[in-house]
């Protein structure tokens, strides 16, 4: 083994440290506002009934009680 490196570095030869090849993923994303989605062209209100039913679903029932529910 010690030959072998010996008569590189006569050949003119010298070691090199490997180099990490890094290849590009196939993982893509969009960053909000980028690309024009069916839900960017939801209206206020609709938005609003989205949004009314997402925080009904995620809280505990008490919660979900308002006031205009209760007149």
């Keep these: 083994m010690n030959d072998e490196s010996e008569g590189d570095q006569a050949a003119g030869r010298s070691k090199r440290r490997h180099r990490r090849v890094v290849l590009r993923g196939t993982e893509r994303f969009d960053a909000d506002g980028v690309k024009l989605e069916a839900g960017d062209m ?15 679903g995620e809280l505990p029932p008490h919660w979900g009680v308002f006031s205009a529910e209760k007149e």
Excluded: S, Y
């Design 42 to 56: 939801q209206t206020k209100k609709a938005k609003d009934a989205d949004d009314d039913a997402r925080i009904l």
